[in-house]
C-alpha cells in the first residue's frame, strides 16, 4: 500500500515545470503542475499572459495531496517572458488564508531540475504557500494574510476571473482503457468486440478533452501484446488537433501508458 503523500512530503501548495521533449529528444514544452501537499482544499485562479496581454486562464480547486494539470508552455514562449499570476485560497486552522504570487519563468531557472518525489520525475518547483508552522523560513516575512468570508466574497466579486475562464478537474485528465475500467466484463463479449469499444471510449474521450480546451491528457493501455498501444498511435498522428506524444515518463505507469498534448 502507498504511503499518504500528505505524510512523506512537506506540507504546501507548488507550482512545478516538468520538462517534454520530442521524439528526437530535443526539449520543447514544459507541462504546468499544481500540487497540493495540504490537508485542505485550495481555490486557485490562474492566469497566463504573453507579450503584455492576457493569453488564457482557469479556476477550479485541488483537492488535499492532488495534483492536477493546468497547462504547457513551449520552451521557445519563455524568450517572451510570459507571466504567471496565481491568486489561491485555503482554509486553515479557522481561517481563510488568500494569497497571490507573480512568476516570471526564466529558462536557466527551469533547466535546474531536480527529482520531483510527488510527480515521480524531475522538475522545477516554485513554492507558493507554506503553512507558517512547517515553513523552511522562519523568519521571512509572512506573504499571507487572514479574511473573513465577506470580505474575501466582495474581492473575488471586484478582481475575478472572465467568465470565459475553465473550471478545471483532476479527473479529466488520466483514462484508464483497460476494459474492466470501462465496463464490467461478463463475458459475453469477443475480444474484437472488446477492442472496439477501448477504440470508441479513447476516440471520446480525445474529442471532450480537445472540446474543453484541455492542453495535455493521459491514456493508460497496458502493456499487453501491444496492439491497442499501436493503434492509438495510428490515430493520434493523422488527428489534426494532436501537437505530440509519447510514453508517459511517470513510474506508476510503468511502459503502459501515453501523454498526449493538443
Given at each position: 500500500?502507498?504511503?499518504?503523500?500528505?505524510?512523506?512530503?512537506?506540507?504546501?501548495?507548488?507550482?512545478?515545470?516538468?520538462?517534454?521533449?520530442?521524439?528526437?529528444?530535443?526539449?520543447?514544452?514544459?507541462?504546468?503542475?499544481?500540487?497540493?501537499?495540504?490537508?485542505?482544499?485550495?481555490?486557485?485562479?490562474?492566469?497566463?499572459?504573453?507579450?503584455?496581454?492576457?493569453?488564457?486562464?482557469?479556476?477550479?480547486?485541488?483537492?488535499?495531496?492532488?495534483?492536477?494539470?493546468?497547462?504547457?508552455?513551449?520552451?521557445?514562449?519563455?524568450?517572451?517572458?510570459?507571466?504567471?499570476?496565481?491568486?489561491?485560497?485555503?482554509?486553515?486552522?479557522?481561517?481563510?488564508?488568500?494569497?497571490?504570487?507573480?512568476?516570471?519563468?526564466?529558462?536557466?531557472?527551469?533547466?535546474?531540475?531536480?527529482?520531483?518525489?510527488?510527480?515521480?520525475?524531475?522538475?522545477?518547483?516554485?513554492?507558493?504557500?507554506?503553512?507558517?508552522?512547517?515553513?523552511?523560513?522562519?523568519?521571512?516575512?509572512?506573504?499571507?494574510?487572514?479574511?473573513?468570508?465577506?470580505?474575501?466574497?466582495?474581492?473575488?466579486?471586484?478582481?475575478?476571473?472572465?467568465?470565459?475562464?475553465?473550471?478545471?478537474?483532476?479527473?479529466?485528465?488520466?483514462?484508464?482503457?483497460?476494459?474492466?475500467?470501462?465496463?464490467?466484463?461478463?463475458?459475453?463479449?469477443?475480444s474484437g468486440a472488446k477492442f472496439h469499444v477501448q477504440i470508441e471510449t479513447f476516440q471520446k474521450q480525445l474529442?471532450?478533452?480537445?472540446?474543453?480546451?484541455?492542453?495535455?491528457?493521459?491514456?493508460?493501455?497496458?502493456?499487453?501484446?501491444?496492439?491497442?498501444?499501436?493503434?492509438?498511435?495510428?490515430?493520434?498522428?493523422?488527428?489534426?488537433?494532436?501537437?505530440?506524444?509519447?510514453?508517459?515518463?511517470?513510474?506508476?505507469?510503468?511502459?503502459?501508458?501515453?501523454?498526449?498534448?493538443?
Amino acid at each position: 500500500m502507498a504511503e499518504n503523500p500528505l505524510h512523506t512530503a512537506p506540507q504546501g501548495f507548488y507550482l512545478a515545470f516538468v520538462p517534454r521533449y520530442d521524439v528526437a529528444g530535443t526539449l520543447h514544452m514544459f507541462t504546468l503542475y499544481l500540487i497540493n501537499r495540504l490537508p485542505e482544499e485550495v481555490h486557485y485562479d490562474f492566469d497566463l499572459e504573453k507579450n503584455k496581454q492576457w493569453h488564457e486562464g482557469f479556476e477550479g480547486q485541488v483537492s488535499p495531496g492532488d495534483t492536477i494539470v493546468i497547462t504547457d508552455l513551449d520552451f521557445m514562449e519563455l524568450d517572451n517572458q510570459p507571466i504567471i499570476n496565481l491568486k489561491c485560497r485555503v482554509r486553515w486552522q479557522g481561517k481563510t488564508e488568500f494569497f497571490e504570487k507573480s512568476i516570471r519563468p526564466k529558462p536557466k531557472n527551469l533547466l535546474q531540475l531536480k527529482h520531483n518525489e510527488y510527480l515521480e520525475a524531475p522538475a522545477y518547483q516554485y513554492e507558493l504557500w507554506i503553512p507558517k508552522a512547517t515553513s523552511n523560513k522562519p523568519n521571512a516575512p509572512a506573504k499571507t494574510m487572514a479574511v473573513d468570508t465577506e470580505l474575501l466574497r466582495m474581492y473575488m466579486l471586484q478582481n475575478g476571473t472572465p467568465v470565459e475562464k475553465v473550471s478545471i478537474s483532476s479527473t479529466r485528465f488520466e483514462v484508464d482503457l483497460h476494459f474492466d475500467a470501462i465496463m464490467p466484463d461478463d463475458g459475453s463479449l469477443s475480444s474484437g468486440a472488446k477492442f472496439h469499444v477501448q477504440i470508441e471510449t479513447f476516440q471520446k474521450q480525445l474529442d471532450l478533452a480537445i472540446a474543453n480546451g484541455q492542453h495535455y491528457m493521459v491514456f493508460i493501455h497496458g502493456v499487453g501484446s501491444g496492439k491497442l498501444k499501436k493503434e492509438l498511435y495510428n490515430l493520434l498522428q493523422k488527428h489534426p488537433h494532436v501537437r505530440s506524444y509519447g510514453p508517459s515518463l511517470a513510474p506508476k505507469y510503468g511502459f503502459g501508458a501515453t501523454e498526449v498534448y493538443f
